[in-house]
């Protein structure tokens, strides 16, 4: 699975934990990232993490990208809701790509945490078949 890794700066920390806790099942699968999250990451994990531009300047609309190509499995954003961000329309745009597209997408610690548990169990293997309908996703 293509696991997207998305953390505004008030959750990196979070996500650094996150990752951390939960490295053995992220290991087994392809991660991406924007840029210093990604970065952070690497350097406190060692995990191999594919790295676009950080947010504001095209990150998440690289990410947004792999989704409309149907290239994402999932995405997990820790988003700060009590800070303004520059870029978000970019984030609007990256949660309405996810709803149309039916990609998993936790937006907080408890909700990465049941996706990454499905993951771990096996409850994502539909994201194959949906990836071999690229163009057909909800009828588009």
């Known amino acids: 699975m293509k696991i997207a890794l998305i953390a505004h700066d008030k959750k990196k920390a979070d996500m650094i934990e996150f990752v951390t ?3 053995p099942i992220l290991e087994q699968h392809e991660l991406y990232a924007t840029g210093t999250t ?25 990410i947004g990208a792999m989704i409309a190509r149907n290239e994402m499995d999932m995405v997990i954003f820790f988003r700060d809701p009590l800070t303004a961000q520059p870029h ?9 790509l996810c709803d149309v597209y039916s990609v998993p997408l936790a937006t907080n610690m408890g909700t990465a945490e049941i996706l990454i548990k499905g993951l771990e169990r096996g409850d994502f293997a539909w994201r194959n078949i949906v990836r071999g309908r690229k163009g057909e996703i909800n009828g588009l």
């Open 21 to 23: 806790a939960y490295q």
């Open 38 to 62: 990604g970065l952070r990451i690497q350097e406190a994990t060692g995990l191999k993490v594919h790295r676009f531009q950080s947010g504001p300047y095209g990150g998440d609309q690289e």
């Open 88 to 96: 978000e329309p970019d984030v609007s745009a990256l949660i309405r």
